[in-house]
């Protein structure tokens, strides 16, 4: 889960669109939804989106950033609606897809203010470990990134900030740890969650020990944990930043 927080937008939606998946790990496999949405649109708006997007302390997110990072959340969300049968909120979508942009541009400056740096082989054994996760090679993956529009040195530039941002986290925060019993809790809240959905939905999920999944449970926790103090810093950095947004999307309240 922090991969995807941190891992920059634009590199993270293709990566998704390659997997098919989220990288998040299940707990417990659910019923699928029965209908498709019907009225959700099909493409992604982009009419009317400012250049820039935003700035951050003076460091713009331009039109040509903010679109191609829409447009890979929008492939990725629709996929999702898909299977969910509710409708993709662009609006929504837009000040999520920004938010996240201005919180990857809010950590790579704090890294930089740090001084840290990544070196070639840092970048490399990120961009095997990025591509492993979608089956494919270093080179099969940089290919692929091509169609999708991301060159090599986009590619690098991204893996560069992702590297200095995980340097930065792991200067600032102790190794994070769980207990076996906050890992007992998470599973036993699965569980109960699982059988309240099957109840509702008449469906017999078999639900799998809680040894045979404890490790998953585990690294679920942990990157819960680690997700929660990264948060806590973009906060802090935020409050301390000039973040200007020229974008403007209505949001319904909820």
Known sequence: MLKKLL????????????????SAPEPAPTPAA???ATDQATTPDVAGIPDPVAEVD??????AEFTKTYEGQFSQASAQAATTGQPVDQALLKEQTLTGMVSTEL???????????ASKKETDAALAEIAKASSLTSAKFLEAMKKQG???K?????????????K??????DPFTVTDEEVRKAYDAAV?????SDAATGAKTKIPAFKDVKATFKKQALDEKENTAVQSLIDDLRTKADVVSHLEVAVPKK
């Open 192 to 196: 109960q969650a699982q059988e309240q």
């Open 168 to 173: 930065l986290i792991k200067e600032m925060f």
């Open 7 to 22: 891992l920059p937008l634009a590199l993270a939606c293709s990566l998704a669109v390659l997997a098919g998946c989220s």
């Open 150 to 152: 991301i060159d090599a």
């Open 34 to 36: 029965s209908s498709p």
């Open 154 to 166: 986009q590619v690098n530039e991204q893996l560069v900030r992702q590297v200095k941002i995980q």
């Open 107 to 117: 950590l790579s400056q704090a890294a930089d203010k740090h001084k840290l740096t």
């Open 58 to 63: 003076g460091v713009p997110i331009t039109k």
